[in-house]
């Protein structure tokens, strides 16, 4: 069989696992829980079908060349709205593994936001801007996703060490769709040090990169398809660290109550001076 053909078939396969995910997802109401993530997969549920359509006028020249730039311009779009969706979906795992300490979950949603900012800025400061007109597209594109890659990859890491203190199965949804966003990041970057040099859809690496996006989409459709374990609640002793860390963060998120002080206005220093005035008016009228 044709390289070429098995590819199709992978991506005809990647679509429909998509399309899979997507019903389970709504049908288990799943994006309440979760509404970012509903939109990034309601993004590639619409936008697959259309960008292998594309693709496949590209290679058949339909249009006069017209998919070329359709193609182009909608791939990439869809690439850079991913980048950001993915986002907010670390946030979201983010706040759903820390639900049972409401305190360090807020705190530790203000410093993931600035350490995504910062992986943002560092990515985007990497890229070389010597290219001009549409040869950037691709260049921030890369660079959003390299820093969207990297904090999936964080977030999977925090998890996998801190299951034991939050008490978190590896059946649970949000460790699932970490773990699978944490493994397409590392292909990422696999794929990422072949981009180099030119790259074909028939390229090996091209293989495994599609290999482990239907390994992810299919372990997706297993938890969705699986009943999830319900939370137990959190039993910690009372020295716990984590438990400590979000008395920190309660106290950090208290105002406190509020003391009016009143301006001396000098009312002090006149006080201490007739003071000291009669002091010494008493002290001579002894020695007299």
Same mark, same amino acid.
């Given at each position: 069989m044709p390289l070429q053909t098995v $590819?199709?078939? $992978?991506?005809?396969?990647?679509?429909?696992?998509?399309?899979?995910? /997507?019903?389970?997802?709504?049908?288990?109401?799943?994006?309440?829980?979760? +509404?970012?993530? /509903?939109?990034?997969?309601?993004?590639?549920?619409?936008? $697959? +079908?259309?960008l292998l359509f594309f693709l496949y006028g590209q290679s058949q020249h339909w249009f006069h060349g017209l998919c070329t730039r359709i193609y182009f311009y909608g791939f990439f779009g869809v690439y850079i709205a991913s980048a950001v969706l993915l986002f907010f979906v670390s946030m979201e795992i983010f706040r759903s593994v820390l639900s049972a300490f409401p305190a360090l979950m807020k705190f530790g949603i203000v410093i993931f936001r600035w350490a995504v900012l910062a992986s943002v800025l560092v990515s985007l400061s990497t890229i070389s801007y010597s290219h001009s007109g549409i040869l950037i597209i691709p260049s921030v594109a890369y660079g959003l996703m390299h820093s969207v890659s990297i904090v999936e990859l964080c977030l999977l890491g925090f998890l996998c060490l801190g299951m034991n203190a939050l008490s978190l199965s590896a059946r649970n949804l949000a460790f699932g769709l970490a773990l699978g966003f944490g493994m397409m990041s590392a292909s990422d970057f696999i794929l990422a040090s072949f981009w180099s040099r030119k790259t074909s859809m028939t390229d090996p690496v091209q293989f495994v990169y599609e290999s482990v996006i239907l390994f992810t989409l299919g372990m997706w459709v297993a938890y969705c398809a699986l009943p999830e374990p319900a939370r137990q609640p959190l039993m910690v002793p009372a020295n716990s660290i984590i438990l400590r860390w979000n008395e920190i963060a309660t106290a950090l998120g208290h105002t406190g109550t509020q003391v009016a002080v009143q301006p001396s206005g000098g009312f002090l220093l006149t006080e201490t001076e007739h003071a000291m005035e009669e002091a010494l008016t008493g002290d001579m009228k002894n020695r007299s």
């Open positions: $590819m199709s078939l $992978m991506s005809v396969a990647e679509f429909a696992l998509w399309a899979v995910f /997507g019903i389970l997802f709504w049908k288990n109401k799943l994006h309440r829980r979760f +509404p970012a993530m /509903g939109a990034y997969l309601a993004l590639h549920v619409v936008s $697959m +079908p259309v």
